[in-house]
């Protein structure tokens, strides 16, 4: 069946540090890719998507690739600030209206 | 600007009680689904409607209901069965067809008192 499976957090990190959190999947066919921040009390918000392999979508300073020879879709940002502590999710999107989630990764980040 | 509004932020439920959140979108999406999330975990899905007047059960369906008699508006009520209702609920909704991702609602904190 189809699943995603993201790196388990809490991931800790320095201002300025380089941000990487890990996302596979396993679909048949060609799902869309996204990835989620939920900060603390509020919904989920869109931060970037990727619809087909080789694609890289990319906000905020975010960017991820759709690889699907490895099939991830890992998310990196070179420098991250305090602001961007949040819970991060990875979902794909598959025959139209169905939907997998990650688990979700949160992230810490000290000044 | 379109989007979706859930209501209330906060709610607090005596055992017993039957409660219902609020879901509405004005995004002319077709489908509309309800999470729960609970405190450091992923996301489990409920229920979701593809078209008015017709839902499916998700994965934890169990002591909620749900009705979709308008294109806007997905309602959830959590009944007296569900036993362990405290967590944080989720409305999304979504294009049927194409690639795009979920909108979220800003969710509601349900406490059982």
């Known amino acids: 069946g189809n699943s995603v499976t993201q790196m388990e957090g809490p991931v800790t990190l320095s201002e300025e540090a380089f941000l990487t959190i890990n996302c596979t999947y396993t679909a048949t066919g060609y799902p869309s890719l996204f990835w989620y921040v939920q900060y603390p009390g509020e919904g989920l918000q869109l931060l970037l998507k990727?619809?087909?392999?080789?694609d890289k979508g990319s906000n905020k300073g975010f960017e991820a690739t759709y690889r699907k020879e490895t099939t991830s879709f890992h998310l990196e940002k070179g420098s991250v600030q305090v602001s961007d502590s949040a819970v991060y999710f990875c979902?794909?999107?598959?025959?139209?209206?169905?939907?997998?989630f990650g688990s979700g990764t949160k992230l810490n980040v000290k000044p | 600007d379109g989007g979706i509004t859930q209501s209330p932020k906060y709610l607090f439920r005596k055992e017993g009680q039957n409660v219902t959140l609020s879901c509405e979108q004005n995004l002319n999406h077709d489908a509309m689904y309800w999470y729960r999330q609970d405190p450091g975990q992923g996301l489990r899905l409920i229920y979701y409607?593809?078209?008015?007047?017709?839902?499916q059960k998700g994965d934890i369906a169990e002591g909620y209901s749900v009705s979709r008699e308008k294109k806007e508006s997905f309602p959830l009520t959590v009944t007296s069965a569900q036993k362990n209702p405290t967590a944080f609920y989720l409305c999304?909704?979504?294009?049927?067809?194409?690639?795009?991702?979920?909108?979220f609602g800003s969710g509601t904190r349900l406490t059982v008192v």
């Open positions: 979902a794909l999107r598959y025959n139209f209206n169905k939907f997998y």
């Open positions: 990727a619809t087909k392999a080789d």
């Open positions: 999304a909704s979504s294009q049927s067809e194409g690639t795009g991702g979920y909108t």
């Open positions: 409607s593809q078209i008015v007047n017709d839902f």
